[in-house]
C-alpha cells in the first residue's frame, strides 16, 4: 500500500514537471517574425495600434504585437525581462531612464541602423537630443513630447469680468507676479463671495482657488513650477543641454521664484501643498479651481468635462518670453532582440509623418513631428478643441527638451522629499544649496 | 499510520543495565523497511518550497549585501562598503527612525486595543457571529484596505473630514502632513490587524481553567482585579507570541505606506523597507538594497530575542 502511494507520489512529480515543461515551449513555427512593443499608456496602445496594419501590410511576415502596462509596474517588469531576457523587442521609454539602461548594455545604439537605413532624424521637431548617451550615440528615436498648458474655466472666466485673452496672454515676473498675480486674485473668491483683489478678502476660507497648487516634489517641476523659473533663463542641466554634472537649484532666480510660489498658498490663492489630491480635472470640474496649470496629456480629457467650458492657454510670459521644459518620450530597441531588422522596421515606420499622424489624430499625445502635431491640432479645431498654443509652443522655440541625466531615479527619490519639505514650510531657501550639492554627489560622484 | 508507534517497538533496556550493542531498528525492523525514502518523498514539497523560496533567497541577500549588484550586469564583491554607507545615510537612519516610530504607536495599539476587545468578547458574548465579525477586516486584502482608507482620509472628499468638520474642526491632512501621515497609516495597520491578534488572544483566554476565576469570585475579587491579577499573567505565553510577532510585522510595514503616502511628504512616512523598496526596485541598487535588508533582519533577530527572553514566552503559570 505505501509503495502504491510512493509511486502515486513520484508520478505525480513527474506530471507537474511535464507541465511546466510544456507552458515553456514555444508555438508553432509559420515564418511570420512577431515584434512585440511595450507602452505604459493604454490610450497610446490604442491609438499606435491603428499604425499597425498599415506596417503589416507594407511588410509582409512581420506581426507587431503591442502590450501596456501600468506605469507604476512597467519598468519593474522592463528590469525583469532584461535579467530573463524576455523583454519586448522594442518599448516606450522614458528620459531618465536613458541613463541606467544604456550604462547597462540593455538598450540598442542606433547609429549604425540609423546609417544604413538612412533614417532620417531631422524628421523630428523636439526630443532628439535628449536620447543621446554619454558616448554620442543615438539610443532613442522620439515618439511625443509633453510639457505644460493653462486650462481655464471659461464661465469663471466670464464671471470675474476677465476675456480669455487675459488667460492666454498672462505675463508674469517674480517681483510683482506680473498680470498672472492679478488674474488669480481676481479668480479667487472667498466662502462669502469677496474676491481674492478685494477689500476683506478672507483667504482663510477660500470657496475657489484662483489656480491649483504650483508645488510639488517633481525634481523638474515640469507642469509646476519649470514654466515660470525658466522665463527668467534658468535650465534645469545649466549651462549643459545634456548629461548636466549639477542641478542649479541655488540660483538665487530660483530660489526667489519659488519664494513666489509658495507664497501663493500663503495668500490664499492657491490651495496648500498637500491639501488637494485629486486629480486636475477633478478639481477644475468641482469649481474649486477656476484654472489649472497641468501637463499637454491632460488637454483631451480636462476638456471633455459636462457642462464645464474650458479652454486651453500657453504657459505665462516671463522677462525673457515663454519657455517650459518637455519631456520626450523614445523608442528604444532591447539589445537582445532577435528581429532587430524588423523591429528598425517597426520603430522607424512608428516614426514617420504618417503614422504620427494616424495615431496622434485623437490627441492622446502631442507627436514631435510638427507636420503630425499641426494635423493633430485642426482633426480637434474641427471637433471644437483648439490646441493650437502646443503648435506655438513647438514652433515658437517656447520649450527646452529635459536633459538626460545619469542615475535619474536616485535624482528623483532624492530631491522629490526636499521639495516637499520646502512647500510644506519645514524647510526655507536654505534647502536649495542643499539640493544642489546632493545632485552633485549623484550626477558626478 | 504505523510510523507513530514505531518508536515503541524495539523493547527498552532498564535504565542501569549493561551498556546495549548499537541498534539499527530502521534496518532490523520489517516496520521501518522503505521508510526513509518515502519520509523525503513527504517532505520534498514542503522541503524544496523552503530551501527554494526561503534558504536560497535568504543567503543570496547576505551575499548580495556586500557586492555592487545593479541587477541587469554581475554582482561585483565590494565587502563592506555598503554598510559604511548605510551608517553615513541620512535617510536611512531617518527611516530606522520612522520605523521604530511606527512599531511604537502601531504595537501598542494593537496590543491595547486587541486584549480588550478579546476579553470582552470572551466575557460578555458567545455569539460566533460578533466573534467572526472581529476578523473580517484581516480578510481583506490590505492594497484594497488602505486604498479605501485613503479615500476615506482624503482631505477635500474623505468622510472622515466631513465628520471632523461637521463638529467644527477643520481638514486635517491625515495622509499628507508630517504629523499625521505616520499615526494614521499605524490607526489603519491596527484596524487591519486588530481583529487577528484579538483571536488568537481569545484563543488563549479559552486555555485557562474557568475554575481560576471561580476561586477569585469566592475570595471576592472584580472583574477588573481578576483581570488584571488573573487573566493577564495567565495569558503571559501567548501575549508575548502576539507580541512578538506583531512587532515583527510592524517593521516590515510596506504595503499601507506604498499605497497611501509612498512615503511622503518630505520622508515622514518613509518606514524602512519602503526604502529599501525604493533603492532596489527604483534605483536598482540591490546591493545597498541587500545590505539594509540584512539590517532589518540583524534588529528583528535581537528584538525578538530580547523579548523572548524577557517575557519568560516558554514559560507558563498554568502548568
Redesign the interface.
Known amino acids: 500500500m505505501r509503495k502504491h502511494h510512493a509511486i502515486a507520489a513520484v508520478a505525480a512529480v513527474g506530471i507537474a514537471a511535464a507541465g511546466l515543461t510544456a507552458c515553456s515551449a514555444d508555438g508553432s513555427d509559420d515564418g511570420t517574425v512577431t515584434v512585440n512593443w511595450w507602452t505604459w499608456d493604454e490610450r497610446a496602445a490604442a491609438a499606435y495600434a491603428e499604425c499597425v496594419p498599415g506596417f503589416e501590410d507594407a511588410n509582409p511576415g512581420v506581426k507587431v504585437e503591442i502590450s501596456h502596462y501600468a506605469v507604476d509596474d512597467y519598468f519593474t517588469k522592463l528590469t525583469a525581462g532584461f535579467v530573463a531576457g524576455t523583454a519586448p523587442d522594442a518599448f516606450q521609454n522614458s528620459v531618465p531612464l536613458l541613463g541606467a539602461y544604456a550604462e547597462q548594455g540593455q538598450i540598442m545604439p542606433l547609429d549604425e541602423l540609423i546609417d544604413e537605413s538612412g533614417y532620417d532624424l531631422s524628421v523630428f521637431d523636439v526630443g532628439v537630443e535628449s536620447w543621446q548617451y554619454t558616448d554620442g550615440q543615438q539610443y532613442g528615436i522620439p515618439l511625443d513630447w509633453a510639457g505644460a498648458a493653462i486650462y481655464f474655466n471659461q464661465d469663471m472666466v466670464a464671471d470675474a469680468g476677465l476675456t480669455p485673452e487675459d488667460i492666454t496672454t498672462m505675463t508674469w515676473n517674480p517681483d510683482d507676479g506680473g498680470t498672472f498675480d492679478d488674474v488669480v486674485a481676481r479668480l479667487t473668491v472667498d466662502a462669502s463671495g469677496v474676491r481674492g483683489d478685494e477689500p476683506g478678502f478672507d483667504p482663510e476660507n477660500v470657496e475657489t482657488y484662483g489656480i491649483n497648487s504650483i508645488a510639488s516634489g517633481d525634481f523638474n517641476g515640469q507642469t509646476t513650477w519649470n514654466p515660470f523659473v525658466s522665463t527668467l533663463g534658468w535650465r534645469l542641466g545649466g549651462e549643459d543641454a545634456a548629461w548636466p554634472t549639477e542641478i542649479p537649484y541655488d540660483d538665487p532666480e530660483f530660489a526667489q521664484t519659488l519664494d513666489y510660489l509658495r507664497g501663493l498658498a500663503d495668500r490664499g490663492l492657491t490651495p496648500g501643498f498637500g491639501e488637494f489630491t485629486v486629480s486636475s480635472a477633478e478639481m477644475i470640474g468641482s469649481g474649486s479651481v477656476a484654472m489649472v496649470q497641468g501637463g499637454t496629456w491632460d488637454s483631451s480629457s480636462i476638456t471633455q468635462i459636462p457642462d464645464v467650458p474650458v479652454g486651453i492657454a500657453p504657459t505665462v510670459e516671463g522677462p525673457e518670453g515663454r519657455m517650459m521644459i518637455s519631456n520626450s518620450n523614445a523608442n528604444n530597441v532591447f539589445v537582445g532582440t532577435q528581429h532587430v531588422d524588423e523591429t528598425w522596421d517597426w520603430v522607424t515606420w512608428m516614426g514617420t509623418v504618417e503614422c504620427q499622424t494616424t495615431a496622434g489624430a485623437g490627441a492622446v499625445f502631442l507627436p514631435s513631428i510638427a507636420e503630425a502635431l499641426q494635423s493633430t491640432v485642426e482633426t480637434q479645431a474641427a471637433e471644437g478643441l483648439d490646441l493650437s498654443t502646443f503648435i506655438q509652443a513647438l514652433e515658437g522655440g517656447e520649450l527646452y527638451p529635459a536633459p538626460p541625466t545619469a542615475n535619474g531615479q536616485e535624482i528623483v527619490d532624492t530631491i522629490t522629499p526636499l521639495f516637499e519639505a520646502y512647500f510644506s514650510g519645514e524647510r526655507d531657501e536654505e534647502v536649495f544649496a542643499e539640493m544642489t550639492t546632493l545632485t552633485q554627489d549623484i550626477l558626478a560622484p | 499510520?504505523s510510523l507513530s508507534t514505531a518508536g515503541a517497538a524495539p523493547k527498552r533496556p532498564p535504565a542501569t543495565g549493561p551498556k546495549r550493542p548499537p541498534r539499527r531498528p530502521a534496518a532490523n525492523s520489517p516496520a521501518h523497511r522503505?521508510d526513509g525514502?518515502?519520509a523525503w518523498?513527504?517532505i520534498?514539497p514542503a522541503m524544496i518550497g523552503f530551501l527554494v523560496f526561503a534558504v536560497y533567497p535568504t543567503l543570496r541577500g547576505v551575499y548580495l549585501s556586500f557586492t555592487e549588484f545593479?541587477?541587469?550586469?554581475p554582482p561585483t564583491w565590494i565587502g563592506l562598503e555598503n554598510f559604511r554607507e548605510m551608517f553615513a545615510d541620512s535617510v536611512f537612519w531617518s527611516s530606522l527612525g520612522v520605523t521604530v516610530y511606527f512599531v511604537v504607536i502601531a504595537v501598542s495599539l494593537t496590543m491595547i486595543v486587541s486584549i480588550a476587545t478579546a476579553a470582552v468578547l470572551h466575557r460578555i458574548t458567545e455569539s460566533t457571529v460578533i466573534r467572526g465579525l472581529i476578523i473580517l477586516p484581516f480578510l481583506i486584502s490590505t492594497v484594497v484596505a488602505a486604498t479605501v482608507w485613503s479615500w476615506m482620509l482624503?482631505?477635500?472628499?474623505g468622510i472622515v473630514n466631513v465628520v471632523v468638520q461637521a463638529f467644527g474642526g477643520d481638514?486635517v491632512?491625515f495622509l499628507?502632513?508630517?504629523e499625521w501621515a505616520i499615526p494614521s497609516v499605524a490607526f489603519i495597520h491596527v484596524w487591519k490587524n486588530m481583529g487577528y491578534t484579538a483571536i488568537i488572544i481569545f484563543a488563549g483566554l479559552q486555555t485557562i481553567p474557568p475554575q481560576v476565576y471561580e476561586a477569585g469570585r469566592i475570595d471576592g475579587a472584580g472583574e477588573s482585579k481578576m483581570f488584571f491579577r488573573l487573566t493577564l499573567p495567565l495569558l503571559r505565553p501567548i501575549l508575548a507570541l502576539v507580541l512578538v510577532l506583531n512587532v515583527i510585522g510592524a517593521f516590515q510595514m510596506f504595503d499601507i505606506v506604498s499605497v497611501t503616502t509612498k512615503?511622503?511628504?518630505?520622508?515622514a512616512s518613509?518606514v524602512l523597507q519602503m526604502y529599501i523598496y525604493?533603492k532596489a526596485?527604483?534605483?536598482?541598487?540591490f546591493g545597498y538594497a541587500s545590505a539594509m535588508s540584512l539590517s532589518l533582519f540583524a534588529i528583528l533577530i535581537i528584538i525578538t530575542f530580547l523579548q523572548m527572553r524577557l517575557l519568560r514566552a516558554n514559560e507558563s503559570e498554568t502548568d
Open positions: 499510520m522503505g525514502w518515502l518523498i513527504l520534498a545593479r541587477v541587469l550586469t482624503d482631505t477635500q472628499l481638514g491632512q499628507t502632513s508630517r512615503g511622503g511628504p518630505a520622508n518613509n525604493s526596485f527604483g534605483q536598482f541598487d
